[in-house]
């Protein structure tokens, strides 16, 4: 079975420093990918980043990075220069790849506050 | 352009009543899915669709239906088996569940006991 757990319930950054958002996962597959989504007050969800358990860099998408460390189990999205607009509740998210279908399991999440 | 359209926005269940929750993409994309999202909570799967005429339960299916006709639809039945439905809905799709490529929300479903 598959798990991911996101220890931080909230985190507070000021407008334009970078804020790291912790993911630990748990699996004996192989092969499996980690996604990033971010959930705004109006409820719908983004999906941010993703990363595969073979890619060999740290998967980037604009002000979005994934410090990946498969040895410690750990997926850790960073937002750098972070804005308003990034408050929301992001979500760390897994599946398993490589033969079968599988489906995405998701931590509690984690409230970002932003501050100017 | 190209997404999911979950209807209605805000829903209310009488006691014994059965609700049906609309989902619809124009994606193109084989795979569908729902989830129950509890506040302070992460998302949990209800049921998923690979394809047409096929779906699974997921981990918290009791008490819930779907049913998958057409490609573009994945409605949701909230049935009085059901006894605390009071959540936020969230429907998705994706290419399948055999690639990396993300699941695409709709905007959801509040759903509330009157």
């Known amino acids: 079975a598959q798990k991911i757990t996101q220890t931080q319930p909230g985190m507070f950054v000021q407008e334009k420093e970078a804020v790291t958002l912790d993911c630990t996962y748990d699996t004996s597959d192989p092969s499996y990918g980690l996604f990033w989504y971010k959930q705004p007050s109006s409820g719908e969800m983004i999906f941010l980043i993703y990363?595969?358990?073979?890619?060999?860099q740290n998967a980037t998408e604009g002000r979005y990075s994934l410090n990946f460390q498969k040895a410690r189990k750990s997926a850790n999205l960073v937002i750098s220069a972070s804005q308003l607009g990034d408050s929301a509740m992001y979500f760390c998210a897994m599946k398993r790849m490589g033969s079968g279908y599988s489906t995405l399991t998701f931590g509690k999440g984690t409230m970002l506050l932003v501050s100017p | 352009d190209g997404g999911i359209t979950q209807s209605p926005k805000y829903l209310f269940r009488k006691e014994g009543q059965n609700v049906t929750l609309s989902c619809e993409q124009n994606?193109?994309?084989?795979?569908m899915y729902w989830y129950r999202q509890d506040p302070g909570q992460g998302l949990r799967l209800i049921y998923y669709s690979q394809i047409v005429n096929d779906f699974q339960k997921g981990d918290i299916a009791e008490g819930y239906s779907v049913s998958r006709e057409k490609k573009e639809s994945f409605p949701l039945t909230v049935t009085s088996a059901q006894k605390n439905p009071t959540a936020f809905y969230l429907c998705?799709?994706?290419?399948?569940?055999?690639?990396?490529?993300?699941?695409?929300f709709g905007d959801g479903t509040r759903l509330s006991i009157l």
């Open positions: 998705a799709s994706s290419l399948g569940g055999y690639s990396n490529q993300p699941q695409h």
């Open positions: 994606l193109n994309h084989d795979a």
């Open positions: 990363q595969g358990s073979y890619d060999q």
